[in-house]
């Protein structure tokens, strides 16, 4: 069971204001955490990733056990601690603007 | 008793001022959304309770709203606004090619026959549709296509197509309006489409009077009407008289005719509005002074309507959805600021007060008329 957690505007959008638990089938990776996440809620579809290019947006960031995963290869595995639970996904509205 | 409903897209959220016909007292209900930009909201006028909303952040991209009770309750619809094959390429502010990249939704414009289409207007400049309430939308890809898109460049804020006008005399004629390319007009529902630029004369690009590349702000027609236009281009206040074949400037005795909104009294086709903005780098009204301009001719006439606006230290801007007409016997008219006040005039603009204040910067006002 994946934790993740949304920035708040998502968390609204979805009507879910506490972390979203996924099951992750088969190996689990960015790409597979979010294609899921946008199975559960479709209207995610587009917030966080580009529809097309399926690329993350340019103000999104992922964090988990206190690394920035932002850059990482899509398709590697997500951390251990992340995909026992034991560590939630952040999904993270990038500081900007003044 | 008929009543009004006006709806108010800011930059932090959207908000929903309902009156009665007598429109002394105004409810206000929001923030919907906050937080997020709300580019446009607008409804449908077969079915008013059916409202459509553009939500955007630069942070999560777009999302399209539908209220289907008046904006007592939303539910996002479809998102999905993919380009027509291969997007190809418009022009960059420095004049290289650039791919089309969707942005942002800037204007909805539900059908006059049938509340489950609606267009809309977006950035990178294209027009889509959907036909079954938002959920799926399709691009109107002949407006892209028609030959000149390669040459259209963005103004200031993006290349955007925010004017979108169905003829009430005959849908299948289209006009959007788009910055900084100009007007189209489609006469076969979207399919094909043709600049209607003659007339127009932009001396911020190379030739003034090319067929595309003018910056236009809004375009309004009335009703009883239809084949006169008018513009209120990046400079200068235009007319048609000819669906837009044709142009000629009416700016006449206004004291800038730089400006964003206008838009069209709903009894007299001839009685006009714009709100003068001092110029394309200082966007505030002249003088401080926060002065509607109307014209009882069609243009070139101009008289300042300032009972009951501010009259010094106004720096406020009054972007290009930000102005709306209702149709009561008398005819309302309503306009929204950057400072966050919308203005309404329950006698045809000969005076004014502030409906609401202080709320976030205003993209967009849209009026219901309710029965």
Known sequence: MIRVVLPAHLKTLIQHHHEVTLDVAGRASQSALLDELERRYPVLRGTIRDPLTRRRRPFIRFFACEEDLSHEDVDQPLPEAVVNGEEPFFIVGAMAGG | ?371
């Open chain 2, 1 to 371: 008793m008929a009543g009004v409903r006006v709806l108010v897209g800011t930059r932090k959220g959207a908000f929903i001022l309902t009156a009665d016909g007598t429109r002394t007292s105004w409810d206000v209900k929001g923030p919907f959304f906050a937080g997020w930009e709300m580019y446009h909201l607008k409804g449908s006028p077969v079915d008013p309770q059916r409202i459509y909303a553009s939500q955007t952040s630069g942070w999560f991209g777009q999302v399209i709203q539908r209220s289907d009770d008046g904006g007592e309750t939303w539910a996002p619809v479809g998102n999905g606004f993919t380009y027509d094959g291969v997007p190809g390429t418009h022009q960059w502010y420095d004049g290289t090619p650039h791919p089309w990249e969707f942005a942002r939704v800037w204007h909805l414009e539900p059908s006059l026959d049938d509340p489950d289409t609606v267009l809309a207007g977006v950035e990178d400049a294209a027009l889509f549709r959907s036909s079954d309430g938002g959920a799926t939308w399709s691009e109107l890809s002949g407006l892209r296509g028609h030959g000149s898109g390669p040459f259209w460049q963005p103004g200031a804020g993006g290349m955007c197509l925010h004017t979108i006008i169905v003829s009430p005399r005959d849908p299948r004629r289209i006009f959007v309006a788009i910055s900084a390319a100009g007007a189209f007009r489609s006469d076969d529902a979207g399919v094909t489409w043709r600049p209607i630029n003659r007339g127009l004369r932009s001396q911020g690009i190379p030739d003034e009077d090319a067929e595309v590349g003018h910056c236009v702000h809004r375009i309004a027609l009335h009703p009883s009407n239809p084949d006169v236009l008018y513009m209120q281009k990046h400079w200068d206040v235009m007319r048609s008289n000819d669906a837009g074949d044709s142009w000629f400037e009416v700016s006449g005795n206004l004291p800038s005719d730089f400006g964003f909104v206008i838009d069209v009294h709903a009894h007299e086709p001839e009685t006009v509005y714009v709100l003068p903005i001092t110029s394309d780098s200082v966007h505030y009204p002249p003088e401080g002074k926060l002065r509607v301009y109307r014209s009882r001719s069609g243009g070139n006439d101009w008289e300042p309507l300032t009972k009951g606006l501010p009259q010094s230290h106004c720096y406020v801007d009054v972007l290009r959805d930000a102005m709306a007409v209702d149709s009561l016997d008398e005819c309302g008219v309503y306009f929204g600021t950057t400072g966050g006040q919308v203005y309404a005039s329950r006698d045809g603009g000969d005076s004014w007060e502030a409906i609401v204040r202080d709320l976030p910067a205003v993209l967009s006002v849209e009026v219901q008329t309710l029965a």
